[in-house]
């Protein structure tokens, strides 16, 4: 079965520092993968997606970035972290254009 | 690009009564609408979906409708339940094979079922 794992679970990172995200999924080859970002008390907005190694597309301009080095890893970056970069980051990733997203468990940014 | 509009944006029901959510969508080559159910701090995780070739779609409980041509649709929950308490999260996407399968979010509504 395909299961997707996060790491960290929760971060607390002081404004500029620079910040890494890990997404890796299992037992599913070529997914789509996808970056959203949760405010709190807010629905879920797209920051990028990718469809292969590679290929990145981002949805909202911003000082994040995503990369994907291998098929099933996904990787959201900073170089500078903003205080409004705080929220709840989630990776989800779609093995058909035909079935559901399903969601990692997801990421608790906090940026003092 | 998609926009999808959720309403209310939060619902307080008594044990055993009904909830409706509904959401509007503006791109009518949306052809993908799940639903999705987000308990505090945990990810969201689908309770039901529906396609455009069809109008409605049940599960136990849950039930959701599509009006194509007013490019809405909705949510049933009956028989609340106080383990319903949650956000719930409505989408609108276009699915096939040409489409990288992005899914635009509604903003969400808290819902919660007193005993």
């Known amino acids: 079965s395909q299961t997707i794992h996060q790491w960290p679970a929760t971060l607390v990172q002081p404004v500029g520092s620079p910040l890494s995200l890990e997404c890796t999924v299992e037992g599913t080859s070529n997914p789509n993968l996808y970056w959203y970002r949760q405010a709190a008390g807010r629905g879920l907005q797209l920051l990028f997606y990718s469809v292969g190694i590679g290929q990145i597309s981002s949805e909202v301009p911003q000082n994040l970035s995503a990369s994907r080095p291998q098929d099933r890893q996904f990787i959201l970056s900073s170089k500078k972290l903003l205080l409004s970069d705080s929220g709840f980051y989630l990776c989800?990733?779609?093995?058909?254009?035909?079935?559901?997203?399903?969601f990692g468990p997801g990421t608790r940014l906090t940026v003092l | 690009g998609e926009n999808v509009e959720q309403h209310p944006s939060t619902l307080s029901v008594q044990e055993g009564d009904s909830a409706v959510i509904k959401c509007t969508y503006s791109d009518s080559a949306s052809n993908y609408f799940p639903w999705y159910k987000q308990e505090l701090g945990k990810r969201p995780q689908l309770i039901i979906d529906i396609r455009s070739n069809v109008g409605e779609k049940k599960d136990q409980r849950i039930a959701v409708t599509l009006n194509k041509t007013a490019k809405h649709f909705s949510l049933h929950i009956t028989e609340t339940q106080p383990e319903d308490s949650a956000v719930y999260f409505c989408a609108a996407s276009i699915r096939d094979y040409t489409n990288a399968g992005k899914s635009t979010f509604g903003d969400g509504t808290t819902l919660t079922v007193k005993p």
């Open positions: 989800a990733w779609m093995g058909s254009p035909y079935n559901e997203q399903f």
